[in-house]
């Protein structure tokens, strides 16, 4: 898997050098599925536990969702000038 | 049967996040690269959701999880729609830093449920119930993701100017300190019974947060990208130890791939600028220890002012202009009004083009997407290769808060702390025009002869006004 890291991104425009890095950001926001899975085994009274799964995903969420959509802005303005 | 599709549908989510990733990288499919790599994550997440199971149990406390997500959803969005494309770096170092903050909770969850269970047995020794690979990753997640929370949130605050470079001699030493006392802390922490093991794992934390607020402190603006680069790679490794945690292929694969990829993206960013990785960490480039030759140099020559009238004078009857945009652009808000100035110029006849330095603004790329944004046409975007044959011809550039990355003691002053960046040469153009705000130095707190040079001319003011007016001198010419 290191190796397909390194390997995707080998050769890259600095140009894209930050939609990519915002990209990969909001990859590792699978750390969210750690969230659910947490949350989701709690026991229903063990509030600490819920609390802390809580804020995980929100947390997770807000940098799978504001991870992609901020990339997309970003390369939106790419494709725009493109057109001809 | 619903762990196959489960495992199917990791699978897939992997799958995307490979593909999505390497169509980033590439400037015609990149869009569509996020777009899968998004679908894959909600495939992911909604197939944990519904059908992951443990022990045959599935999961319960759905509206908590949905409430989490909704909430998440609804914030993230706004955030990443509202945020101003000059904040755009603030932003990506932000949500990394809710990435770690993410892992570490999740870390804190886990031992919590492991201490939960055996409280009322507070003689067990803690290795007796965590095997050293399980208390690994747990620790490791959760000080991998509390440095990459501290470290992000500082370096989002020294981007948006509410946090100030701050360094103190013997700075790393302190730095080692703290990073040493981390690893003690865990390694107490694992040593100790089920009774007393809770100060040890909240020390490490707490020093953990501490070491990502000091790693990040002393390192100057002009480094900031490489740094958040450097934790987002950090969040990755640190999603990874969750999928080790919960044996969870989507989460490995996807943590893996940021950690490689990010890490090579922050080499690669590093190669831009020619500095090596522990040039950047460890020479603290821009921090209060100034070497003694930049300073020396500071009082050197005098320069001079140029007025609006002439500016527009000389844009006007130039053959050429090259544009070299910096982060004064971006603070000002000014290629709007930067593009109209090259349309006017046009009108009159004059080639317009801009100079593009990799690591011009506060992110590679950074004013690429600026320009873009104002509809600049992609094709009148140079990079610095390309720029620096084209001075010779040029009649004038107007450089717009660009600072040390035109800085000629790169070249020339072995000393300089910037010596051996690559730079554009803009001191090979008939004139050379520099608008700032003052004569305060760069991000990287020295100065530049660039400014003192004969041909070289001043034009103090906002970018957005003084582009705004020249616009107008440039229509009455």
């Known amino acids: 898997m290191i190796f397909v890291g390194i390997e995707v991104i080998g050769r890259v425009p600095s140009v894209l050098h930050t939609p990519l890095m915002s990209g990969a950001n909001a990859i590792h926001g699978v750390v969210i599925i750690g969230a659910i899975i947490v949350m989701g085994k709690a026991e229903t009274d063990d ?38 | 049967m619903a762990l196959n599709l489960l495992t199917l549908c990791y699978l897939i989510a992997s799958v ?109 020794p803690f290795a007796e119930l965590a095997t050293i690979g399980h208390y690994i990753t747990i620790v490791a997640g959760a000080i991998i993701g509390t440095i990459s929370y501290t470290g992000s949130i500082i370096a989002w605050g020294k981007l948006n100017g509410k ?16 990073l040493v006392l981390v690893i003690i802390a865990s390694v107490w922490a694992y040593k100790s019974t089920i009774g007393s093991i809770l100060l040890p794992f909240i020390l490490v934390g707490f020093f953990a947060f501490v070491y990502g607020i000091l790693f990040v402190m002393p390192i100057g603006g002009a480094d900031m990208p490489v740094v958040i680069s450097l934790l987002n790679s950090f969040t990755g490794v640190a999603a990874a130890c969750g999928g080790f945690l919960y044996n969870n292929k989507a989460m490995l694969t996807g943590g893996i ?58 844009m006007s009857y130039a053959n050429k202009v090259i544009i070299v945009p910096g982060y004064g652009l971006a603070v000002a808000q000014a290629q709007h009004i930067c593009h109209e100035l090259e349309k006017i110029l046009e009108e009159k006849g004059v080639e317009v083009k801009y100079a593009i330095h990799p690591v011009a603004g506060r992110m590679p790329g950074h004013m690429n997407v600026l320009l873009a944004e104002a509809d600049v046409s992609y094709d009148k975007l140079m990079e610095m290769e390309d720029a620096n044959d084209e001075f010779k011809t040029t009649d004038a550039v107007l450089i717009l808060g660009a600072n040390d990355v035109v800085n000629p003691a790169a070249k020339s002053d072995p000393d300089s702390p910037i010596y051996g960046m690559p730079i554009l040469e803009v001191e090979q153009a008939k004139t050379v025009i520099v608008n700032k705000r003052s004569m305060k130095p760069g991000y990287a707190g020295i100065e530049n002869q660039l400014f003192f040079q004969p041909k070289t001319a001043m034009l103090f003011g906002d970018a957005k006004k003084v582009l705004q007016e020249l616009c107008a001198e440039i229509k009455a010419v």
């Not at chain 1, 995980?56 to 493109?82: H, S, Y």
């Not at chain 2, 946090?163 to 703290?178: A, T």
């Not at chain 2, 940021?258 to 460890?282: D, E």
């Open chain 1, 47 to 84: 509030y600490f536990a819920l609390g802390l799964g809580f804020l995980a995903v929100i947390l997770g969420t807000l940098n799978v969702v504001g991870g992609f959509v901020v990339t997309d802005r970003m390369l939106e303005m790419f494709k725009k000038k493109k057109a001809p």
């Open chain 2, 16 to 124: 995307t996040f490979i593909l999505g990733l390497k169509m980033l990288a590439n400037p015609a499919s990149a869009r569509k690269g996020n777009l899968v790599a998004a679908f894959g994550m909600t495939v992911a997440i909604f197939a944990t959701i519904f059908l992951y199971e443990d022990n045959g149990e599935k999961l319960h406390n759905y509206l908590w999880i949905f409430g989490g997500l909704v909430i998440g959803t609804v914030a993230g969005t706004i955030a990443a729609k509202k945020v101003k494309m000059t904040a755009m770096p603030e932003m990506v170092s932000l949500f990394n830093g809710m990435g770690g903050a993410c892992a570490a909770l999740i870390s804190a969850a886990e031992f919590n449920h492991i201490y939960q269970l055996h409280k009322n047995l507070p003689e067990i």
């Open chain 2, 163 to 178: 946090v100030k470079d701050y360094s103190f001699k013997g700075q790393h030493i302190v730095n080692m300190i703290v």
């Open chain 2, 257 to 314: 791939l940021v950690g490689a990829a990010g890490t090579l993206l922050t080499i690669l960013m590093c190669k831009a600028m020619n500095r090596s990785l522990t040039n950047v960490l460890i020479g603290s480039f821009g921090g209060g220890n100034k070497t003694s030759a930049a300073g020396a140099m500071k009082t050197e020559g005098n320069y001079k002012e140029i007025s609006l009238a002439d500016t527009a004078m000389v």
